[in-house]
């Protein structure tokens, strides 16, 4: 495991680079535009780190899951009784007795799998999504024409799979089915692309 990975690792050093980088109002477009959330959701934020969104939310059920123990005590500190805040694999049996949720976020996630992972974790999120609710997937990309320096900075990436929009829509899509996608070179204060998509269970 290189520095920076195990900097990033920390709580502290993860929220300092987000915080940093992206322009004031990036969270709140995301929030507005693509998750649109409305008072009482069951909101799942799968890979949730320290639970950044969350601010940005109206007084909704949220629960927040991640891989990393600090994240998750950091994201309790901050966010106190916001939210539910856990250790869980999507992959565990008490995974399935969550019930159902009217939005699943994946901001920043799918970048960090390979192509066979996020199939079995799209896979099993399908199987917790409301037949009226959707997906949000939120990662950086890939495209034609883009600024060298985005491109740069997206190879250097921690998550090493980093891909082109249609590569992450054709994976979205061996689950559920993709209504908007929206590409935006603007969100932090260094050249860099991002995709959003909202997708529906099939």
Known sequence: ????TRLLEIPFAYDWLQSGIYRAGSKLWLTESVIQPMKGLRILDVGCGTSAILSTLPSVDYLGIDHNPKYI?????????RGIF??????????QELGKFDRVLLLGVLHHLDDSECKSLLAALQAVLKPDGFLVAFDNAFVDGQHPIARA???????????TPQQYRSLI?????????????????????HVAFRARTR
């Open 1 to 4: 495991m290189g520095f920076r």
């Open 73 to 81: 005590e950091k994201a309790r500190l901050i966010h106190g009784d």
């Open 86 to 95: 856990r250790m869980i694999d999507v992959n565990d049996a008490q995974f």
């Open 153 to 163: 900075l997206a190879k250097l990436d921690r998550g090493r799979y980093a891909r």
């Open 173 to 193: 899509e061996t689950s559920f089915v993709v209504e908007s996608e929206i590409t935006r070179h603007d969100l932090m204060r260094v050249p860099y692309t």
